[in-house]
């Protein structure tokens, strides 16, 4: 049975509501990307475009880096493409849930999805049965997110020139907040405890590695501790032999 307007615009709109605290904390950062911009060796609208088309902080901050040193295009390609990896696990634990749905939807929501997205989402679709839920709610915190990232990098573009020690100011931290309040809520069991400090230690002790590859190498690590602990909880027991 196919969902009637009035809910599929009453998903859209949920999705976008539940969005808004991570729009919040993406503000700033989108700010502090276009300020960046300003002083790097890109054009003002090289800036937007890579926000329309990429639409990936992380990378965006990292390719404008290795842009301003000169680095060449395919160290710039190769690093953003490790950086952006995780999007694998987010894939892999969303699939379930919208694997019913025609290719034109998972290609479409797969390039809406960011880190924020994901959270608000899987937060969402674990409460309800999967291969069940439609594409509108995943539509609509994509669509809520990707207009904000557009919106504040403009304003970082037109006004990060006035403002040449905006990147200074320690604004940067309400990213690290957004990633917080992504990770703590998931933290319902052991094994996802363990997974997480494992990639957090992993990551900060490996953090000198060329090219981002310590912090792919703790994800993994982090997925390897997570996967082991559920199997260890999901074994079955072995029943004692009677006497």
């Given amino acids: 049975m196919k969902a009637s307007s009035g809910n599929t615009l009453s998903e859209f709109a949920a999705g976008a509501r539940d969005t808004i605290p991570m729009m919040v904390g993406a503000a700033p950062f989108g700010v502090i990307f276009g300020t960046l911009v300003t002083a790097s060796p890109l054009n003002l609208w ?4 890579m926000s329309l088309a ?13 842009i301003a040193g000169h680095a060449s295009f395919a160290v710039i390609w190769a690093t953003t493409f490790i950086v952006n990896l995780r999007h694998i696990l987010y894939s892999a634990t969303l699939g379930p849930y919208v694997a019913h749905l025609p290719a034109r939807w998972r290609w479409t929501l797969g390039a809406l999805m960011t880190d924020e997205v994901f959270a608000v989402v899987y937060a969402h679709y674990q409460k309800r049965p999967a291969g069940q839920t439609g594409p509108y709610y995943f539509l ?12 504040w990098t403009l304003a970082g573009l037109l006004f990060g020139a006035a403002f040449p020690g905006l990147q200074s100011l320690g604004l940067d ?9 992504i ?12 997974a997480s400090l494992a990639a957090g230690v992993l990551s900060f002790a490996w953090q000198g590695w060329p090219y981002k590859l310590g912090l792919l190498a703790a994800v993994l690590a982090g997925v390897a501790v997570g996967m082991i602990l559920t199997m260890i909880e999901t074994r079955p027991r072995t029943q004692e032999r009677p006497q």
Avoid: K
Avoid at 140 to 151: D, E, F, K, T
Avoid at 183 to 194: D, E, I, K
């Fill in 46 to 49: 090289h800036g937007q475009l």
């Fill in 54 to 66: 990429v639409f990936a902080g992380s990378a965006q901050f990292i390719a404008v880096g290795l």
């Fill in 140 to 151: 609509g915190s994509g669509v809520a997110m990707y207009l904000n990232w557009q919106l």
């Fill in 173 to 181: 931290f309400a990213m690290v907040a957004t990633f917080i309040a």
């Fill in 183 to 194: 990770v703590v809520p998931q933290l319902v069991a052991m094994r996802f405890v363990a």
